[in-house]
């Protein structure tokens, strides 16, 4: 299998890679041989108190032999998505895998959302998915290969109270992976989601400074395992879905949540 899994020669764009899941999925790509573009904010990183984090990351992946660039934007600007992806092609050469991955949540109940929260999950969550895809899959199609990965979310088919936005915009984002795998497969391009459960990323580390709160989130949102993943968990089934190994793979939606997705739990 390990030619199929290999990544070596390969072009890798990776959205909000700083940290946590981005992150982990482009030092495993690195680990197998793929160059690797890290897209960061500058903005959220320092939010999180993390402000050398896609440095840090660009230093570890480039420490497996590959090459490595960062590209900084703000995936709510318009035009910023598509920026993204063609100053990722000028350093590398060109991008033979795109996974999306940055997003952001607003955790509040339904009624309370505001319209300025509202706009930004759908710039970040959405329209910058579509300016991605749209200036990615042309070269792919035309090179005749190319993988490109979601990461959706468990909420996709199991929607938090209070995640009602963004559990929405995810599912859309699904139904575009559907609908766009079924037009690109013909052309070697192949286009899938990965919808992680409940991960510990640096996004819900609010939630694990009260160890005992947290054990009960992981009690009730991550059955029946209960427990949450640790980021370099989706690296597996990402890999899978980004190199030849996904060679007859088109619109699947991988639940790498332990089961806690299934019905009845």
């Known amino acids: 299998m390990s030619k199929w899994l290999s990544m070596t020669g390969r072009r890798a764009l990776i959205t909000g890679a700083s940290l946590s899941i981005g992150r982990s999925l482009a030092l495993g790509f690195a680990d197998q041989g793929a160059d690797i573009a890290i897209h960061y904010s500058a903005a959220a990183d320092a939010a999180f108190g993390r402000p050398d984090a896609a440095q840090e990351t660009l230093v570890a992946a480039t420490s497996r032999g ?9 995936l709510a600007r318009s035009g910023e998505a598509r920026r993204t992806v063609t ?4 350093k590398l050469g060109g991008v033979d895998i795109l996974v999306v991955c940055a997003s952001i949540q607003t955790r509040k109940p339904f009624l309370e ?43 996709q088919v199991r929607p938090e109270p209070e995640l009602a936005i963004y559990a ?98």
């Open 66 to 74: 590959v090459r490595g660039c960062l590209v900084e934007s703000d």
């Open 87 to 90: 100053e990722a092609a000028e």
């Open 113 to 155: 959302i505001t319209d300025e929260e509202m706009q930004r999950q759908f710039d970040i969550n959405f329209r910058a998915t579509v300016e991605l895809l749209q200036a990615a899959l042309p070269p792919m199609r035309a090179q005749g290969w190319g993988r490109i990965l979601t990461i959706g979310s468990i909420n």
């Open 168 to 265: 929405a915009l995810k599912s859309a984002q699904h139904n575009l992976c559907i609908n766009l795998a079924r037009q690109y497969a013909p052309f070697n391009v192949m286009i899938n989601n990965l919808s992680p459960g409940l991960v510990a990323t640096e996004r819900n580390r609010w939630r694990r400074q009260d160890a005992a709160a947290w054990q009960n989130i992981q009690a009730r949102s991550a059955a029946p395992i209960g427990r949450a993943a640790e980021p370099d968990e989706m690296v597996g089934a990402a890999l899978l879905l980004c190199s030849d190994a996904a060679s007859y793979i088109a619109g699947a939606d991988i639940m790498v949540t332990a089961g806690s997705h299934l019905p009845g739990i």
